[in-house]
Every structure is written in structure tokens, then in C-alpha cells.
């Protein structure tokens, strides 16, 4: 399979607040809070726990529909590559991917397994900087394109026909700062590109990769997603990092496609605010983006946190979060100002909240006790996002 990656992304142009984040970001002013539904709603618990129902999941949305693998900023120039291990393929295995961006900035997203005898082609987990992949086994060497360079005692081949050995590459697709890509053959990115104007607007594909971490969650994907599709915890859970920026319950939300965006108040004043200048937008509105099937991606007032979900089992999920900054820290002050900004989001708010509020809420349904979740008004994004997988799977 060979399919290329298009870059829709146009570097240089000026961010501008889309439409999409004005209409939010009014209605919160105006105190008119858009939810999808205005009632108690419910999820059935199964929906967590049952391995079933998983597979189900996984056969129909991660087998399947196109999904965020990495932020650009992981391959910043040209002439980079990077091994990814944390998808699943149909049998349950590790899909071995290997990401590169090509001498002509170009990303691509391939399976890491050598045309001659299988071998994987690129061993580790770090970003190395290359002008081609040698493979280990026999030294088949392939340009970061994915086609084949050269092999050693090319006489041994008679009539090989190196351009019917390259890569085999999968669907992807590069737009707003970020590198989807699909299992399958003949994948629709439609949805991918009406989102990523957000993306831009943040000027995302400008952004500097400062951290990223693999987390491992023992919980089911969707009480991850949940904990960004609802406004009603920030507060609560979140008392002693973030909570106190926030407006308890300010928030609004609306859909794009399949991908949700949720907007919640922060306590500075909005009177008087353009909202079409982005950063005065984001020192008071925090945007979330629930990006179909499983990727977060929240805004700060002066960075970027994408946590890409990738499901193992019912109850297991790998969480790799990436922060994005304005530009690589100069100095040690600088250094430090990001540092504390990734220990506030990643370790305390994300893994020590968001991600154990899963655990927990994993070992609690598994108990049998509850037999529905209950939603109530603040929480009718979960009830949506549960009836879009259900969508998907009945599709």
C-alpha cells in the first residue's frame, strides 16, 4: 500500500480565532452555554468493562478510521525519523510504525519491517536524524520516502526491481500541526482537515516540542476521554492545581464532524476582550478538543498539551502526552518557567488526577456496583461522545 501525505499547512500566516472559537467563546460571555443536551443522561457501564464490547471498538474505530498518531513538532526539520510501537494491530500485536519527514519536509508514516526478509528497520523509541534507514539484518538501505536505495551484492538479485520493494506505507495525512494516519486503505480524512483550522489558529505547526512521556493507564480509553468531555470536576478534582483558575461550570461545547470542542471560563474578566486577537482569546477561555476517536488536545494560555490515547485491552490504555511551547528555551529561567509547566499538566493534573480518576473509576465499575453512569447537564458531552462511538460501531 502506498499512500501519500499531504501537507495542507501554509507556515507563516498569521493565527486568527475561527469561527467555530468565536461562537464558543461568545456564548460563555453572553451566559448562554451550549451543551448538547439540557438533561440527565446515562452511559452503560459495560461500555467500560466489557472485553466484548472492546473489541467491538477496536475492529471498528482503531482498525479502521483515520487517528492522531503525533504532533509535527516530533520531526521538526527534514531528514528525521522516529519508531512508534503503541498501536494495535488487528491480531492484538504491537503495529511496529515508523514515522520520517523525507530531504524535502515531506512526513510519511510506514510499516517499520525491511522489504527483504521482514526485519524491523529502525530499532528505539527516539527521534534520530538520518538521510536514509539502513536495516540491520542485511544493510538494505531505503530513503526516508520509503523507496529503496541500494543493497549489498546487488548481483545476488538478478532482475530485482528495486521500486517494487519500497516501504509499505500507510494512509496519513499532515494538516494543523499534526500526523494522522489510517490502518486502512481508502481512508477519508475529510473530518481530520475541518478541524485542523483550530490547530492553526493556535499556530500549531510552528510550535516547539519541549516534553513527551508514555504514560501507562490502567483504565478503559473512554473514562480518559470522559475527564476532557465535562466541565463539572475542574473544580473539584482539580482544587489544588488548576481548579482555581477556572469558573465553576462556565463552559460550552459544539461538534465538528465526529471531533468534539469544549471552551470553559477561566476567572479573568471577559468584558471588553477581542476575541478575534487569539492570545488575549486564551488567557481567558481554555479551549478542549476531543479529537474522534481518541486524542486530547488543551490549549494553555501560552502552550500546547496532545495526549494521543492508544487502547491495549478494556482496562489498559498507553496515554503519550506531548507539550508544545513558542520556541526552544534560551535560558535557564525560560527552562525552568516550561519545567514547571510540565510538572503542573503532566504529572500533577494529568497523571495524578485525570489519569488516577480513571484507574479508580476502572476499579470501581468493575465491581458490579453501578450498572449505569449518571450525567448530569455538565456531563452531556460524555453522553454524546458515547453515542458517536455507537454511531461508528453500528456504521
Known amino acids: 500500500m502506498n499512500a501519500p501525505t499531504t501537507d495542507l499547512s501554509e507556515p507563516g500566516a498569521t493565527p486568527q480565532s475561527t469561527a467555530g472559537q468565536l461562537a ?20 452503560p457501564a ?21 487517528q492522531v498518531l503525533a504532533p509535527s513538532a516530533l520531526l521538526p526539520e527534514p531528514g528525521m525519523v522516529v519508531p512508534h510501537d503503541d498501536t494495535l494491530l488487528p491480531n492484538g500485536s504491537a503495529r511496529p510504525l515508523l514515522i520520517t519527514r523525507d530531504n524535502d519536509g515531506k512526513a510519511h508514516v510506514f510499516l517499520n519491517v525491511c522489504q527483504h ?41 538478478p532482475g530485482l526491481d528495486k521500486s517494487e520493494h519500497s516501504l509499505v506505507e500507510l494512509p496519513s495525512l499532515e494538516t494543523g500541526g499534526l500526523i494522522w494516519f489510517a490502518p486502512q486503505e481508502g481512508a477519508d480524512f ?5 478541524i485542523s483550522a483550530d490547530f492553526d489558529a493556535f499556530g500549531m505547526r ?30 473539584r478534582l482539580h482544587a489544588n492545581t488548576i481548579g482555581p483558575f477556572f469558573k465553576d461550570g462556565i463552559t ?32 481567558i477561555v481554555t479551549f478542549a478538543y476531543q479529537l474522534f476517536p481518541a486524542t486530547v488536545i488543551v490549549p494553555s494560555p501560552d502552550y500546547v498539551n496532545i495526549m494521543v490515547l492508544m487502547p491495549q485491552a478494556h482496562n489498559h490504555t498507553v496515554v503519550e502526552d506531548f507539550m508544545l511551547i513558542p520556541e526552544e528555551p534560551k535560558t535557564e529561567k525560560a527552562l525552568s518557567h ?16 485525570d489519569f488516577r480518576a480513571a484507574e479508580l473509576g476502572q476499579q470501581g465499575l468493575e465491581s458490579g456496583a453501578i450498572r449505569e453512569l449518571t450525567m448530569g447537564t455538565l456531563e452531556s458531552g460524555i453522553v454524546r461522545f458515547d453515542a458517536i462511538v455507537q454511531e461508528h460501531l453500528n456504521a
Request: hydrophobic fraction near 35%; charged fraction near 30%.
Open 252 to 283: 460550552s461545547g459544539d461538534i465538528v464532524g465526529p471531533h468534539m470542542r469544549s471552551a470553559v471560563g477561566r476567572l479573568e474578566e471577559m468584558e471588553g476582550v477581542d476575541f478575534s486577537n487569539m492570545a488575549d482569546l486564551r488567557k
Open 24 to 43: 464558543l467563546a461568545e456564548s460563555i460571555r453572553n451566559g448562554e452555554a451550549r451543551r448538547p443536551v439540557d438533561t440527565i443522561g446515562t452511559v
Open 206 to 235: 510552528d510550535l516547539h516540542l519541549f516534553r513527551r512521556k508514555t504514560h501507562q493507564v490502567k483504565g478503559n480509553w473512554k473514562l480518559i476521554m470522559d475527564a476532557f468531555l465535562e466541565s463539572y470536576h475542574v473544580t
Open 117 to 157: 526478509r521482514g526485519t524491523r528497520l529502525v530499532e528505539g523509541k527516539d527521534v534520530a536524524c538520518t538521510k536514509r534507514m539502513v536495516c540491520p539484518y542485511h544493510a538494505w538501505t531505503y530513503k526516508l520516502d520509503g523507496k529503496l536505495l541500494a543493497l549489498p551484492r546487488s548481483e545476488t538479485f
Open 190 to 194: 475529510t473530518d481530520a482537515r475541518a
Open 46 to 66: 459495560s461500555r467500560y468493562t466489557c472485553p466484548d464490547h472492546f473489541a467491538r471498538e477496536k475492529a471498528g474505530l482503531f482498525d479502521r478510521l483515520p
Open 338 to 353: 516550561w519545567e514547571r509547566s510540565w510538572n503542573l499538566l503532566d504529572g500533577g493534573v494529568f497523571a495524578s488526577e
